[in-house]
C-alpha cells in the first residue's frame, strides 16, 4: 500500500477527513472533515491568524463567498480562468487535455488549447477510459455560476479566490486604516472551482479553504519593508528561474542575499515568502521536504512582477504547490477601477510641496451640460486629463465609453500655470501570501505520519506539532472502574477549565488506549492509577519518545502549558517511570 493510501486510511478510521455524500455514491472533489479533522483544521486557521492578524498587525474581514458577474468580469475570471478541456467522441467523458497529455509524453505548461489538439492527434492519445478517440480541445471556464434572485436576471458566481472580495472593500478599508500604506488585510473562507476532473484526494477540491493575505504598499517602497531586518539572515530553499532552466538544484540562500542578487524582486516579497516558510515549519511541515519554487516567465500571469510557490514534497505525487506568493503590482485595483468607475487611489502627500506647471481646463459647462446631458461630466474629466498639445487645436475628439465626442475648442479654455503640489495620488500595489489549507493539513498529516517497530509489534504514529494537535492531552484511568474513573474525570474537568482539549477514555486496554491516542497525535496521555489515589501523583506519557514521569495531579494545567509554548522534552520533568 503507498504512503498516501496509509494516510488517508488512517485519516478515516480516525476521524480526519473522509470522502463526501457517502451513502450516496460520493462526488469526487469534495471530503469531509470529521471531528479531529475539523479540529485540526481550525488550529492551522489560528495558528496562520497569530502569524498574520497578530504577528503582522492586520485586520481579517469576511465578505460573500458569492460575488455579482461585474467583480468577475473586472478580474479577468469570465474571460480567462478556464482550463483546457477535451472530451471523448465514444464514452462522452471529459478530462483535462493537458493532463491527458502529460501520462503519454513530456509537454511543456501553458500550451494553447490548438497545440494540444494537434498533440493528441499526431500522437493518437486516446479516451483512458474506453480508449475511443478524444475531440478538439476547448476552454472550460472553472468558476461555479449562478443566479441571484428570482427570474435569472441577475448572473452571479461562486468565488475562485477570496482575494476579489478585499480588492473590492478597498475604499472602506483604506479608510479604516486611516488613508495610510502599507497596511494588510486578511481572509480565511472557502472558494470553488469547476476543476474538471479532480485527482489525488484532497489535493485538488472543487471546494476548499483559502487564508490569504493582500498587502497594500506604496510601488515606491517595496524594497523597504519595516521588518525585513528580522528574516534577512533566514536561509530559504530556492529553486529560482535560472535553476529551473539548467535543471539545477535548489539552493539555500539567505533573504537579504535574495534581493541583493534580484532573485526575490523586492523585500515585500521576499519577507513574506520567508514567513511563509517559518509558519509551514511551525505548523509541521517538515523542512527537508520543503522548497520554494520561482514561477517561470511562461508560467507567471501577466500581472505578476514575481511569484513564488511553497512546495512540499508528498510520496506517491511528487512536488505539490500549496502556498503562492506574488506580487500583484497594481492590476486588481486598477482593473476594478476602471469597471467600477470608483477611484482607487491613495493620496501619497509630499514632505515639501513641489512647484510644478500645470494645464488648467476650464470648461464652459452652461453649453456643454445641456448638449452633452449625462456624458458632460466624463467629457470634463477627460478634457481636465488631455495634455497641453492636445488641446491646442480647433476641435478635441475624446472617447467616452466607446462613442466619439467631437468637442470645439469655443467651448473649453486651458493656460499653463506654476502650482503647487501637495503630493501625488498612487494606486497600490498588493503582494498576495495565498494559503492553500486543505493542503496545508494533508501534507502537515503526511510529514507527521510514522511507522515503527516497538517490542515486535508495529506502532503507527502521527507526530503532530503540540500545539496544533487536536487533542491536547487524553486522560485514562488504569482500569475502567471506581474510584479511579471518579478521580480520572475529575482531572479531565480541571484540564477542560484550563482551556484544553481532552479526551477521556476507559474502554480497552491500558496499551490500546495508547496506540489509539497516538494515531489520533495527542502529544500526552495521563495515566491514573492507584497511586494517585494515595499520593496524589499521575503518569504523564509523551507521544514521540513515550517517555513516562510521574508528576502532581495538581500541577498538570502548568505542566502542559509549558511543555506547550517551550516545545521541551518531557524527560526534564517530574521522576521517570
Same mark, same amino acid.
Given at each position: 500500500?503507498?504512503?498516501?493510501?496509509?494516510?488517508?486510511?488512517?485519516?478515516?478510521?480516525r476521524?480526519?477527513i473522509?470522502?463526501?455524500?457517502?451513502?450516496?455514491?460520493?462526488?469526487?472533489? $469534495?471530503?469531509?472533515y470529521?471531528?479531529?479533522?475539523?479540529?485540526?483544521?481550525? =488550529?492551522?486557521?489560528?495558528?496562520? #491568524?497569530?502569524?498574520?492578524?497578530?504577528?503582522?498587525?492586520?485586520?481579517? @474581514?469576511?465578505?460573500?463567498?458569492?460575488?455579482?458577474?461585474?467583480?468577475?468580469?473586472a478580474?479577468?475570471?469570465?474571460?480567462?480562468?478556464?482550463?483546457?478541456m477535451?472530451?471523448?467522441?465514444?464514452?462522452?467523458?471529459?478530462?483535462?487535455?493537458?493532463?491527458?497529455v502529460?501520462?503519454?509524453?513530456?509537454?511543456? &505548461?501553458?500550451?494553447?488549447?490548438?497545440?494540444?489538439?494537434?498533440? @493528441?492527434?499526431?500522437?493518437?492519445?486516446?479516451?483512458?477510459?474506453?480508449?475511443?478517440?478524444?475531440? &478538439?480541445?476547448?476552454?472550460?471556464?472553472?468558476?461555479?455560476?449562478?443566479w @441571484?434572485?428570482?427570474?435569472?436576471?441577475?448572473?452571479?458566481?461562486?468565488?475562485?479566490?477570496?482575494?476579489?472580495?478585499m480588492?473590492?472593500?478597498?475604499? #472602506?478599508?483604506?479608510?479604516?486604516?486611516?488613508?495610510?500604506?502599507? $497596511?494588510?488585510?486578511?481572509?480565511?473562507?472557502?472558494?470553488?472551482?469547476?476543476?474538471?476532473?479532480?485527482?489525488?484526494?484532497?489535493?485538488?477540491?472543487?471546494?476548499?479553504?483559502q487564508?490569504?493575505?493582500?498587502?497594500?504598499v506604496?510601488?515606491?517602497?517595496?524594497?523597504?519593508?519595516?521588518n525585513?531586518?528580522?528574516?534577512?539572515?533566514l536561509?530559504?530553499?530556492?529553486?529560482?528561474?535560472?535553476?529551473?532552466?539548467?535543471?539545477?538544484?535548489?539552493?539555500?540562500?539567505?533573504?537579504?542575499e535574495?534581493?541583493?542578487?534580484? !532573485?526575490?524582486?523586492?523585500?515585500?516579497l521576499?519577507?513574506?515568502?520567508?514567513?511563509?516558510?517559518?509558519?509551514?515549519?511551525?505548523?509541521?511541515i517538515?523542512?527537508?521536504?520543503? #522548497?520554494?519554487?520561482?514561477?517561470?516567465?511562461?508560467?507567471?500571469a501577466?500581472?505578476? %512582477?514575481?511569484?513564488?510557490?511553497?512546495?512540499?514534497?508528498l510520496?506517491?505525487?511528487?512536488?505539490?504547490?500549496?502556498?503562492?506568493?506574488?506580487?500583484?503590482?497594481?492590476?486588481?485595483?486598477?482593473?476594478?477601477? =476602471?469597471?467600477?468607475?470608483?477611484?482607487?487611489?491613495?493620496?501619497?502627500?509630499?514632505?515639501?510641496?513641489?512647484?510644478?506647471?500645470? !494645464?488648467?481646463?476650464?470648461?464652459d459647462?452652461?453649453?456643454?451640460?445641456?448638449? $452633452?446631458?449625462? =456624458?458632460?461630466?466624463?467629457?470634463?474629466?477627460?478634457?481636465?486629463?488631455?495634455?497641453?498639445?492636445?488641446?491646442? #487645436?480647433?476641435?478635441?475628439? /475624446?472617447?467616452i465609453?466607446?462613442?466619439?465626442?467631437?468637442i470645439?475648442?469655443?467651448?473649453?479654455?486651458?493656460?499653463?500655470?506654476?502650482?503647487?503640489?501637495?503630493?501625488?495620488?498612487?494606486?497600490?500595489?498588493?503582494?498576495?501570501?495565498?494559503?492553500?489549507?486543505?493542503? @496545508?493539513?494533508?501534507?502537515?498529516?503526511?510529514?507527521?505520519?510514522?511507522?515503527e517497530?516497538?517490542?515486535?509489534e508495529?506502532?503507527?504514529?502521527?507526530?503532530?506539532?503540540?500545539?496544533?494537535?487536536?487533542?491536547?492531552?487524553?486522560?485514562?484511568?488504569?482500569?475502567?472502574r471506581?474510584?479511579?474513573?471518579?478521580?480520572?474525570?475529575?482531572?479531565?474537568q %480541571? /484540564?477542560?477549565?484550563?482551556?484544553?482539549?481532552?479526551?477521556?477514555?476507559?474502554?480497552?486496554?491500558?496499551?490500546?488506549?495508547?496506540?489509539?491516542?497516538?494515531?489520533?497525535?495527542?502529544?500526552?496521555?495521563? !495515566?491514573? &492509577?492507584?497511586?494517585?489515589?494515595?499520593?496524589g %501523583?499521575?503518569?504523564?506519557?509523551?507521544?514521540d519518545?513515550?517517555?513516562?514521569?510521574?508528576?502532581?495531579?495538581d500541577?498538570?494545567?502548568?505542566?502542559?502549558?509549558?511543555?506547550?509554548?517551550?516545545?521541551?522534552?518531557?524527560?526534564?520533568?517530574?521522576?521517570?517511570?
Open positions: 500500500m503507498e504512503k498516501y493510501d496509509r494516510v488517508f486510511e488512517l485519516a478515516k478510521n476521524g480526519f473522509w470522502p463526501a455524500f457517502e451513502i450516496y455514491g460520493g462526488a469526487s472533489g $469534495f471530503y469531509d470529521g471531528p479531529l479533522g475539523a479540529t485540526l483544521k481550525r =488550529k492551522i486557521e489560528d495558528a496562520w #491568524r497569530r502569524f498574520y492578524c497578530v504577528g503582522e498587525g492586520f485586520y481579517e @474581514i469576511e465578505v460573500p463567498t458569492i460575488g455579482v458577474e461585474a467583480i468577475f468580469e478580474s479577468g475570471h469570465v474571460g480567462g480562468f478556464a482550463d483546457p477535451v472530451t471523448c467522441q465514444q464514452c462522452k467523458e471529459s478530462f483535462r487535455a493537458d493532463h491527458i502529460k501520462e503519454t509524453m513530456e509537454i511543456p &505548461d501553458g500550451l494553447k488549447k490548438e497545440q494540444l489538439t494537434a498533440i @493528441i492527434k499526431e500522437h493518437d492519445i486516446r479516451c483512458p477510459e474506453c480508449k475511443g478517440p478524444l475531440g &478538439d480541445v476547448y476552454d472550460f471556464n472553472l468558476m461555479f455560476q449562478t @441571484i434572485g428570482p427570474g435569472q436576471k441577475k448572473k452571479g458566481y461562486m468565488r475562485p479566490e477570496t482575494a476579489q472580495g480588492f473590492v472593500d478597498f475604499p #472602506r478599508l483604506l479608510r479604516f486604516y486611516r488613508e495610510k500604506l502599507p $497596511f494588510g488585510v486578511t481572509q480565511i473562507g472557502k472558494s470553488y472551482r469547476n476543476e474538471i476532473s479532480p485527482r489525488q484526494g484532497v489535493i485538488r477540491l472543487r471546494e476548499f479553504t487564508a490569504e493575505a493582500e498587502v497594500f506604496n510601488p515606491q517602497f517595496k524594497n523597504q519593508h519595516p525585513f531586518g528580522a528574516v534577512r539572515d536561509a530559504l530553499p530556492l529553486w529560482d528561474e535560472n535553476a529551473q532552466l539548467s535543471n539545477g538544484p535548489v539552493t539555500p540562500m539567505r533573504v537579504g535574495a534581493v541583493e542578487r534580484g !532573485t526575490i524582486a523586492n523585500q515585500y521576499a519577507y513574506y515568502v520567508a514567513l511563509t516558510h517559518k509558519f509551514l515549519v511551525w505548523v509541521g517538515d523542512p527537508a521536504r520543503l #522548497r520554494f519554487r520561482q514561477h517561470m516567465r511562461t508560467e507567471r501577466h500581472y505578476a %512582477t514575481d511569484c513564488w510557490d511553497a512546495e512540499v514534497m510520496e506517491g505525487l511528487g512536488w505539490i504547490e500549496i502556498v503562492g506568493i506574488a506580487d500583484r503590482t497594481s492590476y486588481d485595483l486598477t482593473a476594478h477601477q =476602471k469597471r467600477s468607475e470608483v477611484d482607487l487611489s491613495v493620496f501619497i502627500p509630499f514632505e515639501k510641496p513641489l512647484k510644478v506647471k500645470k !494645464t488648467v481646463v476650464t470648461p459647462m452652461k453649453t456643454i451640460g445641456p448638449k $452633452f446631458k449625462g =456624458k458632460a461630466g466624463k467629457i470634463m474629466a477627460a478634457l481636465k486629463a488631455m495634455k497641453p498639445e492636445e488641446l491646442d #487645436r480647433p476641435e478635441v475628439r /475624446l472617447d465609453d466607446g462613442e466619439e465626442v467631437v470645439d475648442s469655443s467651448l473649453f479654455k486651458h493656460e499653463t500655470a506654476e502650482v503647487d503640489v501637495n503630493g501625488e495620488n498612487v494606486i497600490p500595489h498588493v503582494v498576495e501570501p495565498s494559503y492553500g489549507i486543505d493542503r @496545508i493539513l494533508y501534507s502537515v498529516l503526511e510529514h507527521a505520519y510514522d511507522e517497530i516497538v517490542q515486535g508495529e506502532r503507527i504514529v502521527l507526530r503532530l506539532n503540540r500545539t496544533v494537535a487536536p487533542i491536547t492531552v487524553a486522560v485514562l484511568p488504569l482500569l475502567s471506581e474510584p479511579l474513573t471518579g478521580r480520572a474525570a475529575g482531572i479531565a %480541571t /484540564l477542560k477549565n484550563a482551556g484544553y482539549f481532552v479526551e477521556y477514555d476507559d474502554s480497552g486496554t491500558i496499551g490500546k488506549r495508547y496506540r489509539r491516542n497516538d494515531e489520533a497525535g495527542t502529544p500526552f496521555c495521563v !495515566t491514573v &492509577d492507584f497511586d494517585t489515589i494515595e499520593d %501523583t499521575v503518569t504523564v506519557r509523551d507521544r519518545s513515550m517517555a513516562q514521569v510521574r508528576v502532581p495531579a500541577g498538570l494545567a502548568g505542566l502542559l502549558s509549558e511543555l506547550l509554548c517551550t516545545g521541551r522534552p518531557l524527560e526534564g520533568y517530574g521522576k521517570k517511570v
